[in-house]
């Protein structure tokens, strides 16, 4: 066999420094390569019907009504700590009074993930 080509089932071990996965054949001979990707991360069911219901606005969702839809609020905070959802809370009139509301969006990396 040609010692600069090895398939798997001659490799003894291996490990992983970062994103290169170190090989090592059973005589000596070391080679790297880069680890496997694991593509795009998992995602719960509710995560990805959250964020498929925030890509289907432009505008976003006012968070009272993505609650009433049945997300949770500590959905809501995983979403915005994975950057997959930004919040802005804009001031609005209302009977004469100020009241804040918030509005999610979906972020560019949250398109990504879907």
Do not use: C
Request: net charge positive; hydrophobic share 50%.
């Amino acid at each position: 066999m040609d010692k600069s080509v090895a398939g798997p089932a001659a490799l003894s071990g291996a490990t992983s420094r970062g994103s290169i996965l170190l090989l090592r054949k059973r005589d000596g001979i070391r080679f790297a390569m880069p680890a496997p990707s694991l593509g795009k991360p998992a995602l719960s069911s509710d995560h990805r019907r959250a964020l498929g219901l925030l890509a289907s606005l432009i505008d976003g969702y006012w968070e009272a009504l993505f609650l009433a839809h049945g997300v949770t609020a500590a959905l809501i905070e995983a979403l915005v700590a994975a950057g997959h959802v930004t919040v802005d809370a804009p001031k609005m009139h209302a009977n004469g009074r100020v009241v804040v509301v918030r509005r999610l969006r979906i972020t560019e990396a949250g398109r990504q993930v879907l």
